[in-house]
């Protein structure tokens, strides 16, 4: 089964457990922990964490699953929101630890791309946010996260740092998250 298989199947039974179906929910918590796991211990080596600190990341992020389980949007993939989790869980784990909780962009650059099959509103209030940044960091979000580019090519086309590019990318996400959340604010 490939990995776009696997997630389906468990965004599947994450769907049926949201309605209420324990069984379903039980299956997916036992599915999921053994990519869970693995990707905890990849992402504790990556960081010169202890191997043994894995399962406690492993545990804090099912824990997670289960109490935040309604914040999962159900028409999107479930693998980026499994994967943020376990991310947030190892800083959570870093910090406690003394150590700074920083991830390389490349440990997220799965989630920024953009979906297929977005909306035309999607893209306009998209549009939109991205016309609130400041260049470089626009043409840098549109080329990566909209285009698909990666960081090697905007760099060099932006003549640019491969650092830089990644700094800037890093600094216009979390303007847009903080103006997404300023005007979600706004909606309520």
Known sequence: MNSRSREDEWAALMRRAMDGDGAAYRRFLTDVTPHLRAMARRRCAAFGVPAGEAEDVVQDVLLAIHLKRGTWDRDRPIGPWLSAIVRNKLIDN?????????????????????????????????????????EPQRGIVRAISLEGADVRETAARLRMTENAVRVALHRALKTLAALYRSESREDD
Not at 95 to 121: C, F, K, Q, S, Y
């Open 94 to 134: 870093l910090r406690r630890r003394g150590r700074p909780g920083e991830v390389p962009i490349e440990d997220v650059m799965d989630t920024l791309a953009a979906e297929e099959d977005t909306t035309a509103h999607d893209l306009a209030d998209a549009g939109r946010l991205l016309d609130r940044l400041k």
